[in-house]
Structure formats: C-alpha cells, structure tokens
C-alpha cells in the first residue's frame, strides 16, 4: 500500500480469478437453453444464434482466460477509492522523464483491456521505433461499476461524476498536467475532464464527438459531401438498431440484469449487436469475461440509466484544445456540428481503416494520431 498526497490509500492489485468462478462459467455456458429462430433471417431479427453458438463453443474449448489475466497482470495495477467508490486503474510510468501523463478512458462494453495493446508503444516509444520525445506515463482506470473496479453503491455516476472521479485520480497521482483520450462512452467523458480542470489539461483526445443533428434545417447548409456522408453512416447505424441496447439501458438496467448476469450466452448475445462484424473472438470474450466475472454487467448499464436522467448538464462549449481520430468503419458527428458543443477543435484526421473498436483493430492508427495531436502541446 502506499499513500498519495492527499492522505488517500493507493493499494497495488492483482488479478486472480478463483477456478470454481471459472468452473460455474463453463457449466452456465456448457448448459445454455439455446432459442428458436426463423430460417434464413440473418441478422433482420437481432443477433444470430450460429453467431452466439460460435462465441459460446469458443470460450468453451479455444479460449484461454488465464493466459489473459497474465497478460493483464503483466502491467503495474492498482485500487484507492474516490467518492465512496473503488476505482481500479492500470499505471504505467514512462522510462522517459518528461512524459506526458495520459488518462485514458474505455468504453462500453470494454474494459482497461481495451488500451493493452497501446501501452508499450505510448509509455516507450523508443523501444518501439517512435520518438522518445512522444512518450506518455499511462493512466488506464476501469470506469466505476465496470470490471476490476467492481458494482457502484450510489445513484449518479453519470459522466460527468466519472471526470471528476478522473481529476481527482490524476491529482491523487502527482500529475498537476496531464491529457485525456477516450474511446466510446471514453469519448464523453475524456472531454468532461477537460471542461473541469481546464488549467491543467494539455488537451483531449478521442475517437469520437457526439454532436448530432437537432433538427435544425440550417445545421445542413455548406455541408461537403464527406460530412453528409458521415450524418447518413449514422442514420443507417442508428435506424437500423445500433442504439437499440442504449435505450433500454437507459430505460430499466435493472430488469435487464437478471436475465445477463444469470446467463453468459445471453450476456454474449446482448454485446453482440456491437460486436457483430467482429472477427477477433479472444478480445471479446475477455471484455464480457471481464463484465462477468466480477459481477458487473448490471452496474455498468446504469451509466446509461444515469446520462438519460442526468439534471446537471453543463452548459457551453469545452475549451481545451480537442483533437479526433476518426476510422473508416465507425459513425461520426461533422466538424460544423462538433464545433456546436467544442470550441477549440484542433485536429481532425480520417483514416481508411478501423472501427468503433481502434484501439484494438487500428491501434497503430491510433498511436500515431495521440503522438501527434500532443506534440505541440507538451
């Protein structure tokens, strides 16, 4: 155990999973009650059963979720507890002594294995082929209520609580400035963290901006072709049932916990609409692993009960300087709407690969575009 500066407890983690937790898994998996479904529907009536069989015969018989764990464990961990919750977070400190401390944030339904593969080139760029002058001391937290950090005990944690949870964390950590990046619900919260510590955040960094048409005809006037091909990559993403998890997430989490925390296959199931096109089964099944094991899956659908009800909206645009990745297979706002909710946009970059999932399947990418966007702002 050591102890911030603020007198707060800072305890270094590990990750043991008890085998009978393991064995109750596989007997849940081994014993699914598999429903009907119509022949030759695809995908028209939701997620596939051949593509739920697949994930499930795999984490039966192919996956290896100890050699995971020791891939999680291969990195610094670490728990304290802010605002009466625990926080777990990944803390990997530079060789580099002028680093630029990163808090990067995960989304929904990852967890801190979604920046694993980002770590070594970040933290250490020179032993990766990069510039030592672009190296980051690494701060990965698991979101309250999400995997390592375990269920929250408190209504509230909507985004804006998560950044000052972030503040707080960096502060606990000795970092007086520091950047933010996030994907995914990451991608909300990182730039909350720029709005409330704006003197001593150098900038933020994300995967996406959720600013969106209102509905407002004028909102579409001079706009490119590119960026009216965006708004229709999100009109298709979103009639077509890509949000329809947010809206009952946002509706009753807790009904729908019992049937995901009782039932791997469902859990599997219900994450699939994301995953759907998703061909790296172990990145999966470690991300719902994770949910699964640590009894999680309820509390961390109650982020989305919590942002639909949320009273204390800020108001304004964020200042801090905000750079996007934006990836060929992901939805995306345009940079005359974006600009509606940040004011200081400074970096916009497209890419002709990748998905909503960068950080695992354009993590090259990804590196390249952080180094960049934080170079002149060190």
Same mark, same amino acid.
């Given at each position: 155990m050591t102890v911030a500066a603020d007198g707060a407890e800072v305890q270094a983690f590990r990750l043991e999973v008890p085998e009978a937790d393991l064995d109750d898994l596989r007997d849940r998996l081994a014993r699914t009650r598999w429903p009907d479904e119509l022949p030759g529907v695809g995908w028209d009536y939701g997620v596939p059963v051949t593509y739920v069989r697949a994930l499930v015969d795999h984490w039966l018989t192919g996956y290896d979720w100890r050699a995971q764990e020791a891939r999680l464990n291969a990195h610094p961990q670490f728990t304290t507890t802010i605002d009466g919750e625990t926080v777990h977070f990944v803390h990997v400190r530079s060789p580099e002594p002028d680093a630029l401390p990163l808090i990067a944030t995960h989304g929904w339904p990852m967890a801190v294995v979604e920046y694993l593969d980002l770590i070594g080139p970040l933290s250490d760029p020179r032993a990766h082929g990069g510039d030592p002058a672009d190296a980051f001391h690494l701060v990965v937290p698991s979101r309250p209520g999400v995997g390592l950090s375990g269920p929250t005990h408190q209504r509230g944690w909507d985004m804006g609580?998560?950044?000052?949870?972030?503040? +707080?964390?960096?502060?606990?950590? @000795?970092?007086?400035?520091?950047?933010?990046? @996030?994907?995914?619900? $990451?991608?909300?919260?990182?730039?909350?963290?720029?709005? !409330?510590?704006?003197?001593?955040?150098?900038?933020?960094?994300?995967?996406?901006?959720?600013?969106? =048409?209102?509905?407002? =005809?004028?909102?579409? +006037?001079? !706009?490119?072709? +590119?960026?009216?091909?965006? !708004?229709?990559?999100?009109?298709?993403?979103?009639? @077509?049932?890509?949000?329809?998890?947010?809206?009952?997430?946002?509706?009753? =989490?807790?009904?729908?916990?019992?049937?995901?925390?009782?039932?791997?296959? $469902?859990?599997?199931?219900?994450? @699939?609409?994301?995953?759907?096109?998703?061909?790296?089964?172990?990145?999966?099944?470690?991300?719902?692993?994770?949910?699964?094991?640590?009894?999680?899956i309820g509390s961390s659908m109650r982020y989305y009960f919590e942002e639909a009800h949320a009273q204390d909206r800020p108001s304004g645009p964020t200042t801090v300087p905000t750079g996007v990745a934006i990836f060929a297979e992901d939805f995306q706002s345009v940079p005359k709407l974006a600009r509606r909710d940040h004011a200081n946009i400074v970096h916009w970059r497209h890419y002709d690969r990748g998905s909503h999932f960068a950080p695992h399947d354009a993590g090259d990418l990804l590196v390249d575009d952080i180094r960049e966007f934080f170079r002149p702002l060190r």
């Open positions: 609580r998560v950044a000052r949870a972030w503040v +707080e964390l960096m502060d606990r950590l @000795g970092y007086d400035r520091f950047g933010a990046h @996030g994907n995914d619900s $990451g991608s909300m919260i990182s730039p909350e963290v720029g709005r !409330l510590a704006p003197d001593r955040v150098a900038g933020v960094h994300v995967t996406q901006l959720f600013s969106f =048409p209102s509905g407002d =005809p004028a909102e579409f +006037e001079d !706009l490119s072709d +590119e960026d009216m091909a965006a !708004l229709k990559f999100l009109e298709d993403f979103t009639s @077509g049932g890509g949000l329809a998890y947010n809206q009952y997430q946002s509706a009753q =989490p807790q009904t729908l916990a019992y049937a995901l925390q009782d039932s791997p296959a $469902g859990w599997l199931a219900w994450i @699939g609409q994301l995953f759907r096109d998703w061909t790296d089964r172990d990145y999966v099944l470690t991300n719902a692993a994770l949910y699964w094991l640590t009894g999680t």
